[in-house]
């Protein structure tokens, strides 16, 4: 069966440092993997998708980045962190097919003090 | 443009009681729908889809829901809750692919004893 894991699960970081954020899916090939932002009251926000190895594209700018060096890795990065980075970061995969769900990690509560 | 619109940022039931989270959406295509739910410090967990076929979709933990086109809708049940099922509840369309998965705002439920 397929996991998704997704490290660490918590992390008060400082205003300007820099944040690398992983996720790693098990059991299935080609996934497409997700990054979004879940901040309170506001609801799901999709961060950026990729539906292969280099290939990332971005919903909203911001100083975040994504990268995916492996098939079922995907990293979520930041130079310089700010105040407003501060939420719960959640990774995702789905199939390729259109009607696939998607399937979360148990994320990453990010406190940026 | 695709929407989902929840009825209701908090549902209240006394345990045993049916529950009912209302979900409406909005789609130019024939929709593709879902329903997750998140308990505190986790991710999203899927409940249950609609594709194609058969309007009345059952899912997990006993939860079920019903598609319907003419209302736009796609309905949450459980005849009977359960103190377990207090969580935040979310739907979801697309029209195609997890990049286009749209949330709604969630509804949290409360289960009183």
């Known amino acids: 069966s397929q996991t998704i894991h997704q490290w660490p699960a918590t992390l008060v970081q400082p205003v300007g440092s820099p944040l690398s954020l992983e996720c790693t899916v098990e059991?299935?090939?080609?996934?497409?993997l997700y990054w979004y932002r879940q901040a309170a009251g506001r609801g799901l926000q999709l961060l950026f998708y990729?539906?292969?190895?280099?290939?990332i594209s971005s919903e909203v700018p911001q100083n975040l980045s994504a990268s995916r060096p492996q098939d079922r890795q995907f990293i979520l990065s930041s130079k310089k962190l700010l105040l407003s980075d501060s939420g719960f970061y959640l990774c995702?995969?789905?199939?390729?097919?259109?009607?696939?769900?998607?399937?979360f990690g148990n994320g990453t509560r990010l406190t940026v003090t | 443009a695709q929407s989902v619109t929840q009825l209701g940022s908090h549902v209240s039931v006394s345990e045993g009681a049916l529950v009912l989270l209302r979900c409406n959406y909005s789609?130019?295509?024939?929709?593709?729908l879902f329903w997750y739910v998140q308990y505190p410090n986790q991710g999203l967990q899927l409940l249950l889809k609609?594709?194609?076929?058969?309007?009345l979709v059952k899912g997990i933990n006993g939860f079920e829901a019903e598609f319907k086109k003419s209302e736009t809708s796609f309905h949450l049940t459980k005849p009977s809750a359960h103190m377990s099922d207090a969580a935040e509840y979310f739907c979801?369309?697309?029209?195609?692919?997890?990049?286009?998965?749209?949330f709604g705002a969630g509804t949290r439920l409360f289960v009183k004893a």
């Open positions: 995702a995969w789905s199939a390729s097919s259109y009607n696939s769900p998607l399937h």
């Open positions: 059991g299935t090939s080609n996934p497409n």
């Open positions: 990729s539906v292969g190895i280099g290939q």
């Open positions: 789609s130019s295509v024939p929709p593709y």
């Open positions: 609609y594709t194609t076929g058969a309007t």
């Open positions: 979801a369309v697309s029209e195609g692919g997890g990049f286009k998965t749209i």
